[in-house]
């Protein structure tokens, strides 16, 4: 998945995958210089008109802060902990105001250019992510963007296996201009631009995605124990958080787990993680794939094969060593110092970064050993990376010796779990780190992109979708927070029969999700996909279908919230009739006179049917055949599309039993 900042975060190091580094933050420590707004407030900032306004930080314990914006003033005390949080008055749309906290004894801290409006959370994954500069007409849309009174803010990517109590370091709004739109979400941005047109009041979005995520990773930690499933990984990320050494000794007894069922060799094996090994007769490879290093016997090799090196240490290094840097590995490894289990990963292009515990190394020599299977995408290192030893003060002891291999069990097609702290699969960690940090903040809507990493899974999304919008809606305290999912688009391989679709399955999860929710709505975007490419360009159009929805459900304008949407399949006489809502002008289809992607199904097999746009309905001519129970449209991962409404909206995908 494209990931907007994913060659910053992974060639900065920041690997906090597989068995992490715990370097987690946490609460923001009481600055000396008084009271402090928490990092989400910060100039240029929007908050929400026409409600109570939270505003909260830290100052010190016992003692008394002024908060003021505007002419409205309020004051509290500051509890034990050093937080304090107050509710200023609700205001109607307007600004730019001022924003001071002040206590006795100390400087107060000023923000400035503060607006009064509409905020929008953004969240999901890479599509979510995805950048107005990669967008369809960016240049135009660049060039004409500049617009105070709209302003955003990108949340910075931050996996935590506890609930961080602030953001890292203060955010930074901006205004939207030329010079800075182009960072912003696509579709969050176009979104927002089509209702500051239309309601005439600040706004400002704030984006918090990361590319390649699921959704498991972005909901809080008790509404995730709801789910059976799950309930022994998030308990096992509340142990990392806790204690990441044993949380990471029991996952490499699990990983050792799945090596002794798959591996038959794994016993014997267990000699060359070691220290005392002798490899010498082992080959030597350069820090490459090994399906690129020029050895014959790895060069279509799919399996195990373990690699081996030394480094040597003084004294002041081997205590001053904190973490091993491993770079990028396909697929999975088992990372061993001295014969002791450091980390795992489980992402090819992860940047490994492994907590070293405390006298595990010594002056003199070292042995590092991984396991890896991998090979599909080339196997081992997956690029050039600073490899080696890291010190306290972030100076790396880089790796100098040979690399030794030795070519392990053939293993094809296998594939071991990440465990659940590991971004992008893991378990509540994003909420904790890039959710809860701003919990609180007044919010207009929330609009959800995400879907992609989940498409195997749409059994399990039927709950998890739910589940995510009641948590956000808890933890910003707002419980009919109108909440927007956009759809899966079309995206892989096109069919040319009938047959079984994940992505099909999934975007039936999303709708009967949206459709359970009365303050949630679906944007259909099944006709602005790209089936070469999972990240399609076309981000104006799902932004404005967004704000159609907003219009509408958050707004309470007049009209249809989305395009046709299948009410139910009838039978009538020889034909099965399919009868439609929200076809605005009715029913057309573009360039034929029949609508594509239509099938009846009876039992598991389904075939194509002609369909026929009649007004408000699709009449599906003499498929009223014995044993039809089920109708579909555009059940497909990447289905070919033309039926739409006189607003130039698509219909929506379906799966409706006949009656």
């Known amino acids: 998945m ?219 930690a008790p509404a995730l124990s709801t789910v059976p499933d799950l309930r022994a990984g998030v308990a096992a990320v509340a142990q990392y958080g806790r204690d990441p050494a044993a949380a990471i000794l029991a996952d490499g007894e699990r990983r050792e787990a799945w090596w002794q069922a798959n591996d038959p060799a794994a016993t014997s094996q267990r000699a060359w993680r070691t220290e005392g090994f002798d490899d010498a007769a082992w080959g030597t490879i350069n820090e490459a794939a090994w399906r690129q290093a020029g050895i014959p016997a790895l060069a279509d090799f799919e399996g195990a094969v373990w690699l081996r090196t030394t480094i040597e240490l003084t004294p002041e290094q081997a205590a001053a060593a904190r973490t091993l840097r491993l770079g990028p590995i396909d697929k999975f490894d088992e990372s061993y110092v001295n014969g002791t289990y450091v980390g795992g990963g489980s992402i090819e292009w992860a940047w490994r970064g492994y907590a070293i515990p405390a006298g595990r190394l010594h002056a003199g020599r070292n042995v590092v050993a991984i396991r890896v299977l991998g090979g599909a995408n080339g196997g081992g290192f997956a690029s050039p990376a600073p490899r080696g030893v890291e010190l306290a003060d972030g100076t790396l002891v880089p790796f100098k010796g040979p690399w030794r291999y030795a070519k392990g069990t053939p293993l094809k097609d296998k594939w071991i779990a990440p465990p659940p702290w590991d971004t992008p699969n893991s378990l509540t960690t994003l909420y904790n780190g890039m959710i809860a940090p701003f919990a609180g903040y007044g919010l207009k809507l929330a609009a959800w992109y995400q879907g992609e990493s989940n498409a195997a899974e749409a059994g399990a999304y039927r709950r998890l979708l739910p589940l995510l919008m009641a948590d956000w809606r808890r933890a910003f305290d707002a419980p009919k927070l109108p909440f927007f999912v956009v759809q899966l688009t079309s995206y892989g391989k096109p069919m040319t029969t009938p047959g079984q679709s994940s992505w099909a399955e999934l975007r039936q999860a999303q709708a009967e999700a949206v459709a359970a929710d009365a303050d949630a709505g679906l944007a259909v975007t099944i006709d602005v996909g790209d089936r070469f490419d999972i990240h399609p360009t ?90 039809v129970t089920r109708v579909r449209y555009a059940w497909a991962d990447a289905p070919f599309v033309n039926l739409f409404d006189k607003a130039d909206l698509p219909a929506a995908p379906f799966v409706l039993p006949v009656k």
């Open 2 to 220: 494209m990931a907007r900042r994913r060659a910053m975060q992974w060639l900065a190091g920041a690997a906090m995958l597989g068995a992490a580094v715990p370097a987690f933050g946490q609460a923001t420590a009481v600055p000396p210089t008084g009271a402090q707004f928490a990092n989400i407030f910060a100039d240029h900032a929007v908050v929400q008109r026409d409600r109570p306004i939270a505003v909260w930080g830290t100052g010190t314990p016992g003692g008394t802060v002024s908060v003021q914006l505007g002419d409205r003033r309020v004051s509290a005390k500051v509890g034990s902990d050093g937080s304090w949080r107050v509710m200023l008055p609700a205001m109607p749309a307007g600004g730019p105001y001022t924003l001071s906290v002040g206590s006795a004894g100390a400087a107060a801290q000023t923000l400035s250019d503060i607006m009064v409006g509409d905020v929008f959370l953004c969240g999901g994954q890479s599509n979510m992510e995805f950048k107005v500069s990669a967008s369809t007409n960016a240049w135009g849309t660049t060039r004409s963007s500049a617009d105070t009174g709209l302003r955003f803010v990108v949340i910075d990517d931050a996996n935590r296996p506890n609930v961080a109590k602030d953001l890292d370091k203060r955010a930074k709004w901006a205004q939207v201009s030329p010079e800075t739109v182009g960072d912003a979400s696509a579709v969050c941005y176009y979104m927002a631009r089509s209702l500051r047109q239309s309601e005439k009041v600040p706004i400002g979005f704030i984006s918090s995605e990361w590319g390649g995520t699921r959704i498991e990773s972005w909901i809080s």
């Open 538 to 627: 076309q981000k104006t159009l799902v932004g404005e279908r967004l704000a159609r929805l907003a219009s509408v459900i958050a707004y309470g304008k007049p009209g249809t919230r989305s395009g046709p949407e299948a009410v139910d399949v009838t039978r009538a006489g020889a034909d099965l009739v399919v009868r439609y809502r929200n076809a605005l002008g009715g029913l057309q289809s573009y360039s034929g006179a029949q609508a594509i992607g239509f099938e009846t199904c009876a039992g598991e097999t389904c075939s194509y049917a002609t369909a026929v746009p009649r007004g408000e309905t699709v009449v599906l001519p003499g498929a009223n055949r014995p044993g």
